[in-house]
Nanobody, 126 residues
Framework: QLQASGGGLVQAGGSLRLSCAAS????????VGWFRQAPGKEREGVGCISSGDDTINYSDSVKGRFTISRDNTKNTVNLQMNNLRPEDTAVYYC?????????????????????WGQGTQVTVSS
């Protein structure tokens, strides 16, 4: 099971830290992607971390503001979001890639992921 948490309401310029927690399996063995979906919009890849060497990629829209990291002691992958903007408002999801894939690089395209967690709402007010 996969669960994203940590969302909330924050003013523009503020920060939030989302966490993707796994139960029943070791998250470190999988690539993990973060995605978001705003009302009326398509799902968008935000960033990802590979399974083998923790290569990290970000979308251009969040590069320099968001940071992905693993906490293997807690079996989580975190998404630190700084300098938030109203356009970052969305439901945020985490997902794991197919076992054995994305070891040395990762993709923020959703079809590379097959296990999705429940989302967490992030709302940024202007």
């Amino acid at each position: 099971q996969l669960q994203a948490s940590g969302g909330g309401l924050v003013q523009a310029g503020g920060s939030l830290r989302l966490s993707c927690a796994a139960s029943g399996f070791t998250l470190d063995h999988y690539a993990v992607g973060w995605f978001r979906q705003a009302p009326g919009k398509e799902r968008e890849g935000v960033g990802c971390i590979s399974s083998g060497d923790d290569t990290i990629n970000y979308s251009d829209s969040v590069k320099g503001r968001f940071t992905i990291s693993r906490d293997n002691t807690k079996n989580t992958v975190n998404l630190q979001m700084n300098n938030l903007r109203p356009e970052d408002t969305a439901v945020y999801y985490c997902a794991t890639g197919f076992e054995g894939r994305q070891r040395w690089d990762c993709s923020i395209r959703g079809h590379n992921y097959n296990r999705w967690g429940q989302g967490t709402q992030v709302t940024v007010s202007s």
